[in-house]
């Protein structure tokens, strides 16, 4: 399997050909696109069949297979056993088994019509980064251990990512976390999650600022070329491939626990921001996967709904982005989306070029096919299954509060708002899976005002936020965050 960018110059595509451990390490291409496989691989309707009674590290073994060629199978085999164990994906609710890994639940069955909770947040950190992060901890520390090599992981979290990335990167071989924070930002759940780990090549740095300075200072690091080798620094951003393939995975596994021949068809509901979770559903739909729809769900931060309601993509500004209760799809631009416009465009890379050099310079592009818009692709957007919908503040605790009450389930904000997106595209005879992204503990403060009561913690988080904490403050200045990196690293 070979991989190409999706700015790849005609010229390029003579150079040496990408394979997967090539792109693991890596973030951007090196001409400022994302990776792609040259082409999807496909999925027999006999593999199926065959799929239906494997275990979730059994399917995962076998999709990855087809994406990391140049990884021994052996090898590949014990890191899915190794990564997607009931041990791991322990934290389900009551008459769900942490050995399903993503539990299916029917929520609400009405006439032909199915309404269906895909549980992804039962990893360490309740959030679903965990569903990838955790692979990519086993497969950074493999790749690393062959050559005696070492990475230093430097990035930036206002929340979910920095603790899934910790919790994956924890104890490993070769490997250090270096995660910037807004010093006292983040809920006191989260940073006592990411503050309470004491292993020794964890960096917590709250930095006196926002998440803005924060990402500025990743930048600034990222753009001294001499520094960043010298001291091996890597990323885990949503935009790195493996992670998109990990994710690829529960959606078969969605499809094969919901469905018992493969005429049936299912659609997904995903709580969509960076669109890296529903860009792997669009991967499973491309590689066979009977999907009907797939319903990208935003809150009030409206970039992808506006496209699929438009054709026109404008990202906005930090000052335009809220700050919403579903605060892990708070993004003014959605940093995978460049891989469905790619395949949209018919893979023409100097289109996609030209399209997100429109984005950089004038802050979006328009494809509605309208006098004086880019293009008319927009078009073809259904032949992709994609639909979407927005959710507001408000739809949000009424969605908790009627889930509560008529299934007695807490689900969290972001859960919520596909819930709320799911139900105005229920179809006769097509199940609706929508995706749980994270568990209501994490965002307990929303859950109080929408049921007066606190959401249910998890054995074994009881008491997380008086654990003792290690974390360093430091002012938003580049220099001395090199000079605590080096200091650390030794480099
Ligand atoms: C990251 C995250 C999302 C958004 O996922 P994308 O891949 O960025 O679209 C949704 N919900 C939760 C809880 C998250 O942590």
Redesign the pocket.
Known sequence: MQYVSTRAAKAAASQAPQQFSDILLGGLAPDGGLYLPAEYPQVSGAELDAWRKLSYADLAFEILKKFATDIPEADLKKLTKKTYTAEVYRNVRKGEKSADITPLRILEQDGDKTLILQALSNGPTL???DMAMQLLGNLFEYTLAKDGAELNIFGATSG?TGSAAEYAMRGKKGIRVFMLSPHKKMSAFQSAQMFSLQDPNIFNIAVEGVFDDCQDLVKAVSNDLPFKAKQKIGTVN?INWARVVAQVVYYFRGYLAATTDNAQKVSFTV????????CAGHIARMMGLPIDRLVAATNENDVLDEFFRTGVYRVRKSAETYHTSSP??DISKASNFERFIYDLVGRDAERVRALFHKVETEGGFDLSGKPGSDGDEFKLVSNYGFSSGKSTHKDRLDTIRDVQDDFDITI?T?TADGIKVARQYMAPGVPMIVLE??LAAKFNETILDALGVDAERPPGFEDIESLPQKFVVMPADVVQMQAYIAANTGL
Do not use: L, Q, R
């Open positions: 959030a679903f980064k979910d949503s709580p969509s921001g960076n669109f890296g979770n529903i892990s799809m969290d972001h992204t994270a």
